[in-house]
């Protein structure tokens, strides 16, 4: 079957998920995580890209990606941080071959109603998968450099992060009251299988804006019903 085609546009936020080839372990040593976030933050910076989060798991990663005025940044993006992790583990290994399944997921998302609820699900998944009973305990997501900020947090924080309160202490306390909140019935689904499936990740009338700007029709219209941000 032919690859359905992505839709990425400039200026949006893009829900992207890369898994390990044949689920196979990615980040062995702390090093691994390292080399990674040190290439995410070159190459974001490089190309105008924003992240607003992300999560590096032992055989995966999930990040929430802005391409910047390129549509075409996302996959250049990809593309270098992938490729340069995939040598970097080969040359400790001693071997050759892939590290990635061969296309990374991506949905975009609505930012007004998903993109809060697009953070969470990226930096509650080590609370998912049982690996740590709270998100700050996991050092390797966004999540702690949100709630505990200081001048060397390379992260770009997202709009509606900033609207959470006037200064970095009262929005810090908003965003983990945020995380502990309740999730909307159906949210996690509705996220999963917007990136797994390619789909957009919004509402009905999303997925008309996105069209009128695309010119043509979205053939997986796949949507929920959108998340209000607690106030």
Known sequence: MPRSTRVVLENYPHHVIQRGHNKQVVFATREDYLFYLDNLREWKETLGCKIYAFCLMENHVHLLVDPGIQRNNLAVFMKRVAGRQTRHVNKLEHRTGTLWEGRYKSSLVSTNEYLLACCRYIELNPVRAGIVADPEDYPWSSYRLKVNLDPAVWIDLD????????????????YREWMEDSIPEGEWSRIRQAVQRGQLTGSGSFIDEVERKIKRRIELRGQGRPTKRQK
Request: glycine share 6%; aromatic share 6%; proline share 6%.
């Open 159 to 174: 709009p509606l992060f900033l609207e959470l309160g006037q200064n970095e202490k009262e929005r810090a306390k908003k």
